[in-house]
Protein backbone atom coordinates (compact mmCIF):
# COMPACT_ATOMS: atom_id res chain seq x y z
CA UNK A 1 0.00 0.00 0.00
CA UNK A 2 1.25 3.88 -0.37
CA UNK A 3 3.07 5.62 2.49
CA UNK A 4 1.60 8.37 4.21
CA UNK A 5 4.59 10.20 6.71
CA UNK A 6 4.09 13.18 9.19
CA UNK A 7 6.48 15.04 10.80
CA UNK A 8 6.66 15.65 13.70
CA UNK A 9 5.96 12.47 15.23
CA UNK A 10 5.70 14.04 18.80
CA UNK A 11 6.08 17.97 19.70
CA UNK A 12 5.79 19.70 23.24
CA UNK A 13 5.03 23.40 22.90
CA UNK A 14 4.18 26.69 24.90
CA UNK A 15 0.66 28.25 25.52
CA UNK A 16 0.30 30.75 22.54
CA UNK A 17 2.89 29.71 19.91
CA UNK A 18 2.31 27.98 16.51
CA UNK A 19 3.17 24.67 15.12
CA UNK A 20 3.44 23.20 11.94
CA UNK A 21 3.16 19.79 11.41
CA UNK A 22 3.66 18.07 7.81
CA UNK A 23 1.85 15.16 6.10
CA UNK A 24 3.87 13.74 3.01
CA UNK A 25 2.61 11.04 0.31
CA UNK A 26 6.06 9.39 -0.33
CA UNK A 27 5.50 7.27 -2.86
CA UNK A 28 2.59 8.62 -4.80
CA UNK A 29 0.89 11.94 -5.80
CA UNK A 30 -2.41 12.48 -3.83
CA UNK A 31 -5.26 14.59 -5.05
CA UNK A 32 -7.03 15.23 -1.62
CA UNK A 33 -5.64 14.86 2.02
CA UNK A 34 -7.72 14.89 5.07
CA UNK A 35 -6.85 15.76 8.86
CA UNK A 36 -7.97 14.00 11.79
CA UNK A 37 -7.96 15.18 15.22
CA UNK A 38 -8.03 11.86 17.99
CA UNK A 39 -8.62 12.50 21.89
CA UNK A 40 -7.62 10.14 24.21
CA UNK A 41 -10.03 6.84 24.23
CA UNK A 42 -12.38 8.56 21.77
CA UNK A 43 -12.78 8.30 18.13
CA UNK A 44 -11.23 10.07 14.95
CA UNK A 45 -12.64 13.00 14.55
CA UNK A 46 -12.05 14.74 11.12
CA UNK A 47 -11.69 18.49 10.65
CA UNK A 48 -10.96 19.45 7.41
CA UNK A 49 -10.71 17.97 3.65
CA UNK A 50 -7.62 19.90 1.73
CA UNK A 51 -7.57 19.58 -2.50
CA UNK A 52 -3.84 20.76 -3.50
CA UNK A 53 -3.86 24.24 -5.17
CA UNK A 54 -7.47 24.97 -3.40
CA UNK A 55 -8.85 26.05 -0.18
CA UNK A 56 -9.10 23.17 2.63
CA UNK A 57 -12.89 22.48 3.23
CA UNK A 58 -13.34 22.64 7.25
CA UNK A 59 -16.10 20.32 9.51
CA UNK A 60 -18.76 21.81 11.56
CA UNK A 61 -16.90 23.62 14.58
CA UNK A 62 -13.64 23.57 13.65
CA UNK A 63 -11.90 26.95 13.27
CA UNK A 64 -10.20 27.75 10.03
CA UNK A 65 -8.24 30.71 11.22
CA UNK A 66 -6.90 28.53 14.15
CA UNK A 67 -6.24 25.39 12.06
CA UNK A 68 -4.46 26.43 9.12
CA UNK A 69 -4.01 24.28 6.71
CA UNK A 70 -1.99 24.02 3.34
CA UNK A 71 -1.80 21.98 0.33
CA UNK A 72 0.82 23.36 -1.86
CA UNK A 73 1.99 20.40 -4.04
CA UNK A 74 0.50 16.81 -5.00
CA UNK A 75 2.84 15.33 -1.83
CA UNK A 76 2.48 17.50 0.95
CA UNK A 77 -0.03 18.87 3.38
CA UNK A 78 0.44 21.23 6.45
CA UNK A 79 -1.18 21.68 9.32
CA UNK A 80 -0.38 24.60 11.42
CA UNK A 81 -2.08 25.13 15.14
CA UNK A 82 -2.02 29.13 15.49
CA UNK A 83 -2.04 30.48 19.08
CA UNK A 84 -1.65 26.83 20.72
CA UNK A 85 -3.43 26.37 24.05
CA UNK A 86 -3.18 23.16 26.24
CA UNK A 87 -7.23 22.34 25.07
CA UNK A 88 -5.78 21.63 21.65
CA UNK A 89 -3.31 19.30 23.05
CA UNK A 90 -4.38 16.11 20.85
CA UNK A 91 -3.03 13.16 18.38
CA UNK A 92 -3.20 14.88 14.53
CA UNK A 93 -3.52 12.55 11.97
CA UNK A 94 -3.32 12.74 8.32
CA UNK A 95 -4.66 11.03 5.53
CA UNK A 96 -4.13 11.05 1.80
CA UNK A 97 -6.23 9.78 -1.39
CA UNK A 98 -4.07 8.23 -4.81
CA UNK A 99 -6.68 7.36 -7.04
CA UNK A 100 -4.34 4.37 -8.32
CA UNK A 101 -4.71 2.65 -5.23
CA UNK A 102 -8.53 2.69 -6.12
CA UNK A 103 -11.44 3.47 -3.76
CA UNK A 104 -9.37 3.78 -0.56
CA UNK A 105 -7.39 6.64 1.83
CA UNK A 106 -4.20 5.29 3.65
CA UNK A 107 -3.27 6.94 6.84
CA UNK A 108 -0.07 8.90 8.58
CA UNK A 109 1.27 7.48 11.61
CA UNK A 110 0.34 10.52 13.87
CA UNK A 111 1.64 13.76 15.22
CA UNK A 112 1.10 14.02 18.94
CA UNK A 113 0.95 17.27 19.92
CA UNK A 114 1.44 18.83 23.86
CA UNK A 115 0.57 22.43 24.94
CA UNK A 116 1.98 23.59 28.53
CA UNK B 1 -22.96 8.90 5.22
CA UNK B 2 -24.83 5.72 6.35
CA UNK B 3 -24.44 4.80 10.34
CA UNK B 4 -22.71 1.89 11.47
CA UNK B 5 -23.09 -0.46 14.56
CA UNK B 6 -20.46 -2.18 16.66
CA UNK B 7 -19.95 -3.82 19.61
CA UNK B 8 -17.55 -2.07 21.84
CA UNK B 9 -15.58 -4.96 22.64
CA UNK B 10 -14.09 -8.48 21.86
CA UNK B 11 -11.89 -11.16 23.14
CA UNK B 12 -10.36 -13.45 21.05
CA UNK B 13 -7.75 -16.23 21.72
CA UNK B 14 -4.61 -16.67 19.96
CA UNK B 15 -4.51 -18.74 16.76
CA UNK B 16 -8.85 -18.39 16.80
CA UNK B 17 -10.43 -16.84 14.60
CA UNK B 18 -11.68 -13.33 15.16
CA UNK B 19 -15.39 -12.10 13.64
CA UNK B 20 -16.14 -8.72 13.99
CA UNK B 21 -19.54 -7.59 13.46
CA UNK B 22 -21.18 -4.10 11.86
CA UNK B 23 -24.54 -3.67 11.09
CA UNK B 24 -25.42 -1.26 8.87
CA UNK B 25 -29.33 -1.60 7.84
CA UNK B 26 -29.47 2.04 6.13
CA UNK B 27 -26.61 1.38 3.95
CA UNK B 28 -27.43 3.19 0.55
CA UNK B 29 -27.13 1.19 -3.03
CA UNK B 30 -23.67 2.96 -4.16
CA UNK B 31 -22.18 2.96 -0.21
CA UNK B 32 -19.02 0.21 0.14
CA UNK B 33 -18.46 -1.04 3.60
CA UNK B 34 -14.54 -0.43 4.58
CA UNK B 35 -12.81 -1.83 7.53
CA UNK B 36 -9.86 -0.15 9.12
CA UNK B 37 -7.74 -0.70 12.33
CA UNK B 38 -5.71 1.14 14.81
CA UNK B 39 -3.16 0.42 17.11
CA UNK B 40 -2.67 2.10 20.32
CA UNK B 41 -0.92 5.22 19.44
CA UNK B 42 -1.05 4.79 15.59
CA UNK B 43 -2.97 6.12 12.34
CA UNK B 44 -5.65 4.03 10.83
CA UNK B 45 -4.71 0.64 8.87
CA UNK B 46 -6.71 0.09 5.93
CA UNK B 47 -7.54 -3.61 5.69
CA UNK B 48 -10.49 -4.12 3.53
CA UNK B 49 -13.39 -2.98 1.60
CA UNK B 50 -16.25 -4.08 -0.66
CA UNK B 51 -20.04 -3.52 -2.48
CA UNK B 52 -21.85 -6.63 -2.16
CA UNK B 53 -19.45 -9.76 -2.65
CA UNK B 54 -17.43 -10.89 0.29
CA UNK B 55 -13.47 -10.05 -0.71
CA UNK B 56 -10.61 -11.83 0.76
CA UNK B 57 -6.93 -10.08 1.20
CA UNK B 58 -3.80 -11.20 2.85
CA UNK B 59 -5.09 -9.37 6.48
CA UNK B 60 -9.00 -10.61 6.44
CA UNK B 61 -11.98 -11.28 4.61
CA UNK B 62 -15.11 -9.46 4.29
CA UNK B 63 -18.26 -11.22 4.45
CA UNK B 64 -21.27 -9.16 3.10
CA UNK B 65 -25.05 -10.54 3.76
CA UNK B 66 -27.00 -10.08 0.65
CA UNK B 67 -29.01 -7.39 1.26
CA UNK B 68 -26.16 -5.59 2.68
CA UNK B 69 -27.32 -4.52 6.39
CA UNK B 70 -24.72 -6.24 7.86
CA UNK B 71 -20.88 -7.71 7.32
CA UNK B 72 -18.96 -9.36 9.11
CA UNK B 73 -14.70 -9.14 9.06
CA UNK B 74 -12.67 -12.08 9.87
CA UNK B 75 -8.85 -12.21 10.71
CA UNK B 76 -8.59 -15.81 10.15
CA UNK B 77 -5.53 -16.74 12.79
CA UNK B 78 -5.62 -13.73 14.82
CA UNK B 79 -2.10 -13.17 16.83
CA UNK B 80 -1.41 -10.74 19.83
CA UNK B 81 -0.53 -8.18 17.39
CA UNK B 82 -3.98 -8.11 15.91
CA UNK B 83 -5.50 -5.83 19.15
CA UNK B 84 -6.66 -2.95 18.09
CA UNK B 85 -9.61 -0.97 17.74
CA UNK B 86 -11.73 -1.88 14.11
CA UNK B 87 -13.56 0.36 12.46
CA UNK B 88 -16.68 -0.19 10.46
CA UNK B 89 -16.97 2.27 7.59
CA UNK B 90 -19.79 2.86 5.32
CA UNK B 91 -19.56 5.65 2.57
CA UNK B 92 -19.64 6.46 -1.09
CA UNK B 93 -16.72 4.67 -2.93
CA UNK B 94 -13.75 6.85 -3.99
CA UNK B 95 -10.66 8.13 -1.75
CA UNK B 96 -11.31 11.23 -2.27
CA UNK B 97 -14.66 11.32 -0.10
CA UNK B 98 -14.21 11.88 3.30
CA UNK B 99 -14.34 8.51 6.04
CA UNK B 100 -16.12 9.21 9.19
CA UNK B 101 -14.85 7.04 12.17
CA UNK B 102 -17.56 5.95 15.04
CA UNK B 103 -16.69 4.37 17.94
CA UNK B 104 -15.32 1.14 16.64
CA UNK B 105 -14.45 -2.77 18.14
CA UNK B 106 -11.98 -3.00 20.76
CA UNK B 107 -10.47 -6.17 20.06
CA UNK B 108 -8.29 -8.07 22.82
CA UNK B 109 -6.57 -10.96 21.46
CA UNK B 110 -5.19 -12.84 24.47
CA UNK B 111 -2.33 -15.91 24.88
Known amino acids: GAVVSQHPSRVICKSGTSVKIECRSL??????MFWYRQFPKQSLMLMAT?????????EQGVEKDKFLINHASLTLSTLTVTSAHPEDSSFYIC????????????FGPGTRLLVL | DAKTTQPTSMDCAEGRAANLPCNHS???????VYWYRQIHSQGPQYIIH???NNETNEMASLIITEDRKSSTLILPHATLRDTAVYYC????????????FGAGTRLFVKA
Open chain 2, 89 to 100: IVRVGGGGFKTI
Open chain 1, 95 to 106: SAYYSTYGETQY
Open chain 1, 50 to 58: SNEGSKATY
Open chain 2, 50 to 52: GLK
Open chain 1, 27 to 32: DFQATT
Open chain 2, 26 to 32: TISGNEY
